[in-house]
């Protein structure tokens, strides 16, 4: 089966450092999405993006995050100034446009 | 998004079926019910989803009352591989995000 892939799979970084997760959707699927999840709380929204631009965000997906596809096969997520409280899980996902999500097996990241 | 309600954790014996409720008393007629699972911290996992009537694919049944403000997951046999976190959501049109709630966590026992 297909499967969206996750790099890395874990980022150790120094608060106020900037990080690029990146994840590579699967081929010919349309949205795009990130997750995250902070140890031990549910999963939460972040970002979808659908024809090269953000359809959706929530409240966590402040100005600190930006999300592109650079290239038609890279999805990234960059957060400009990291700070402790973004430490998680990050799952990226990606859907095409009948049914369900695939998601990536995430990336942990560690903000020390 | 219309949203549902479900049993924070549940427990099931090996090789028993494992029924999963979901309330979602509110869902609007063009929303679909799906489940999700995740296994410890992997990534959610798509399980199964329904409009109106029950499904079954490799992993499990759903069925849906005819009503649509409630459904059942059924894993027919469970293993202790089926320990996991189950979410139910509700999701209308395609590119609709997902939301997850808390879910329930199942216990497969031995």
């Known amino acids: 089966e297909p499967e969206v892939t996750q790099t890395p799979s874990h980022q150790v970084t120094q608060m106020g450092q900037e990080v690029i997760l990146r994840c590579v959707p699967i081929s010919n699927h349309l949205y795009f999405y990130w997750y995250r999840q902070i140890l031990g709380q549910k999963v939460e929204f972040l970002v979808s993006f659908y024809n090269n631009e953000i359809s959706e965000k929530s409240e966590i997906f402040d100005d600190q995050f930006s999300v592109e596809r650079p290239d038609g096969s890279n999805f990234t997520l960059k957060i400009r100034s990291t700070k402790l409280e973004d430490s998680a899980m990050y799952f990226c996902?990606?859907?095409?446009?009948?049914?369900?999500?695939?998601f990536g097996s995430g990336t942990q990241l560690s903000v020390l | 998004d219309a949203k549902t309600t479900q049993p924070p954790s549940m427990d099931c014996a090996e090789g028993r079926a494992a029924n999963l409720p979901c309330n979602h008393s509110?869902?609007?007629?063009?929303?679909?019910v799906y489940w999700y699972r995740q296994i410890h911290s992997q990534g959610p996992q798509y399980i199964i989803h329904?409009?109106?009537n029950n499904e079954t694919n490799e992993m499990a049944s759903l069925i849906i009352t005819e009503d649509r403000k409630s459904s059942t997951l059924i894993l027919p046999h469970a293993t202790l591989r089926d320990t996991a976190v189950y979410y139910c959501i509700v999701r209308g049109t395609s590119g609709d995000k997902v939301i997850f709630g808390p879910g329930t966590s199942l216990s497969v026992i031995p």
């Open positions: 996902a990606s859907s095409d446009r009948v049914e369900k999500l695939f």
């Open positions: 329904g409009l109106k």
């Open positions: 509110t869902i609007s007629g063009n929303e679909y």
